[in-house]
T-cell receptor, first 111, second 113 residues
Framework: EAGVTQSPTHLIKTRGQQATLRCSPI?????VYWYQQALGLGLQFLLW???????NRGNFPPRFSGRQFPNYSSELNVNALELEDSALYLC??????????FGPGTRLTVT | GQQLNQSPQSMFIQEGEDVSMNCTSS?????WLWYKQDPGEGPVLLIA?????ELTSNGRLTAQFGITRKDSFLNISASIPSDVGIYFC?????????????FGKGTHLIIQP
């Protein structure tokens, strides 16, 4: 069974630009979660999507947004990039339970 | 939000030794999860706990859901070099139910040859 996949692996943007990160969940999983892992800040919850709807979001500004498509894949958009947005962005999927399975992440670097 | 305090921050051990780490919260959790993360990779789920007092094993790993529901413990027996990595505890942000997870800051496990 294929795991959670994320693309791209690495992304380099300049301050003020927009970044789009993509995630495909494990087949049969309907929930997708996004997390930010910045150096020194640990893993922080960003967004939760289930059945195409945003169910909850963490303590992040509105320029972090996303969506979930009918095939349950998801996209995370970060607008007006700031230097401190540089981090590993992790996507996880869950079969509507409590266990979340993570992808390898997208390393975003903002210069 | 929920804060998870994980200790120790790092451990330097010899191959073959047993390892113990723990996680505490000021609030009650209905679920505890333990993950391991290797450099440059996403966290891998090791063990999930759903009931106070529950003891669950996964190979050489054993985790326990504390009876107060405010703590959890992870033990690794007879450590081997591939156990090196960062171990995280996690629980639902809301304390229970399907939701985003809050994570501890991790325990760095380093095995000395």
């Amino acid at each position: 069974e294929a795991g959670v996949t994320q693309s791209p692996t690495h992304l380099i943007k300049t301050r003020g630009q927009q970044a789009t990160l993509r995630c495909s969940p494990i087949s049969g999983h309907t929930s997708v979660y996004w997390y930010q892992q910045a150096l020194g800040l640990g893993l922080q919850f960003l967004l939760w999507y289930d059945e195409g709807e945003e169910r909850n979001r963490g303590n992040f500004p509105p320029r972090f947004s996303g969506r979930q498509f009918p095939n349950y894949s998801s996209e995370l958009n970060v607008n007006a990039l700031e230097l401190e947005d540089s981090a590993l962005y992790l996507c996880a999927s869950s079969p509507r339970g409590y266990e979340q399975y993570f992808g390898p992440g997208t390393r975003l670097t903002v210069t | 939000g929920q804060q998870l305090n994980q200790s120790p921050q790092s451990m330097f051990i010899q191959e073959g030794e047993d390892v113990s780490m723990n996680c505490t919260s000021s609030s009650i959790f209905n679920t505890w999860l333990w993950y391991k993360q290797d450099p440059g990779e996403g966290p891998v789920l090791l063990i999930a706990l759903y009931k106070a007092g529950e003891l669950t094993s996964n190979g050489r790993l054993t985790a326990q859901f504390g009876i107060t529901r405010k703590d959890s413990f992870l033990n690794i027996s007879a450590s081997i070099p591939s156990d090196v990595g960062i171990y995280f505890c996690a629980g639902p942000i809301s304390g229970g139910g399907a939701d985003g997870l809050t994570f501890g800051k991790g325990t760095h496990l380093i095995i000395q040859p």
